[in-house]
């Protein structure tokens, strides 16, 4: 039989797995390990030595010099925020510190506070110096926060190392961020399973059968809090200050390019069906499956033969 490697670690604040086939799975499996905390370091919001925080704490004073990989993911991320009329972006950053949906001082800001951050949201202001790696946000609190970008950039890294290593057939989750390489031990299409929003973890109102390709969700249901009876999720709608309200339960983004699928998924979200099905029809290759508040599933025209959905019991 084939050899296979399989692991399960913990990096980029989630758990990542991966299932890699073929002669070389071990050494490549632990490669894309490492590459994936290095990432991490440079590209996190929370970790002092990050080239993120360097950024922020710079903000409307120096021009600093970054890592090459860094500019690029900044970069991207300025495009697909351009395209996506800003509801994906990574300037978000104050907005998302305010209302602390991943720490234990999760809550509701009030009117000043939020306008305040509002104010600070502006992707054009990340200035880039492509030549000699440099970058400066131009105005004093302005924030970057890749969270919405980063783990789609580590899966296409992963893919890149299982390749360089002659691997054909692999599968990486980065805390929901799916991406395959080839097919399932390279003879079936992989099942890649879309969450019920309503459900525990695991329980799927249908998959996908793909090869080569990219899936991500975005969905209110994955990190909130509550406050009287009201949930309050992570994702931020720049035009109100508060969690994105689009009348969908969430979002699942299909591109051959992880980091297109992720910032997209969270783009969509906060667009809506309407305006998101635009966004889709826009870009090439790209596929999505909307959720909506009503349960409505919505998929695009690219996805009806590889989607499949569960009987509801
Ligand atoms: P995702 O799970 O990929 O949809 O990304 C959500 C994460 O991205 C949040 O936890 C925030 O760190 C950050 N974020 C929140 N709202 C936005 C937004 N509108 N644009 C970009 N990043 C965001
Ligand atoms: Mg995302």
């Known amino acids: 039989m084939e050899t296979k490697y399989e692991t399960e670690f913990f990096a980029m604040g989630t758990v990542i797995n991966q299932k890699v086939y073929g002669k ?9 390990e490492n590459e994936i905390k290095r990432i991490e370091n440079i590209m996190s919001f929370f970790l002092e030595d990050s080239d993120i925080n360097k950024l922020n704490e710079n903000a409307g004073k120096s021009k600093i010099k970054l890592e090459e ?3 690029y993911v900044i970069n991207k991320a300025k495009q697909l925020s351009k395209l996506s009329l800003g509801a994906f972006d990574i300037t978000t950053g104050p907005l998302v510190k305010l209302w602390g949906v991943f720490t234990n001082h999760a809550k509701v800001p009030n009117k000043k506070e939020i306008d305040e951050a509002q104010k600070l949201i502006r ?13 400066m946000l131009r105005r004093k609190g302005q924030m970057v926060d890749l969270g919405a970008i980063a783990k789609g950039y580590a899966a296409d890294k992963a893919i890149e190392i299982y390749k360089k290593n002659g691997i054909k057939s692999a599968f990486i989750n980065i805390g929901g961020n799916v991406m395959v390489l080839g097919k ?18 695991g329980e799927c109102i249908g998959a996908l059968l793909l090869e080569d390709a990219s899936v991500v969700t975005s969905g209110g249901y994955v990190r909130y809090f509550e406050k009287n009876n009201i949930k309050y999720h992570h994702i931020m709608d720049f035009r109100t200050g508060y969690p994105c309200s689009s009348g969908l339960k969430s979002v699942t983004a299909i591109s051959n390019k992880s980091i297109e699928a992720d910032a997209l998924s969270t783009a969509i979200f906060v667009l809506g069906y309407e305006n998101g099905i635009k966004l889709v029809d826009n870009i090439d290759g790209l596929e ?12 695009t025209e690219g ?3 590889k989607f499949v959905l569960f009987e509801c019991v």
């Open 24 to 32: 070389n799975s071990e050494f490549a499996g632990i490669q894309v």
């Open 69 to 71: 990989e860094t500019i």
């Open 123 to 135: 992707y054009e202001d990340i200035i880039i110096d492509v030549k000699s790696n440099l970058a």
């Open 184 to 201: 399932k031990n390279h003879e079936d299409l992989w099942t890649i399973g879309i969450q019920n929003p309503d459900k525990v973890r």
């Open 288 to 299: 999505a499956i909307f959720i909506t508040e009503n349960d409505e599933i919505k998929i």
């Open 303 to 305: 996805l009806k033969d």
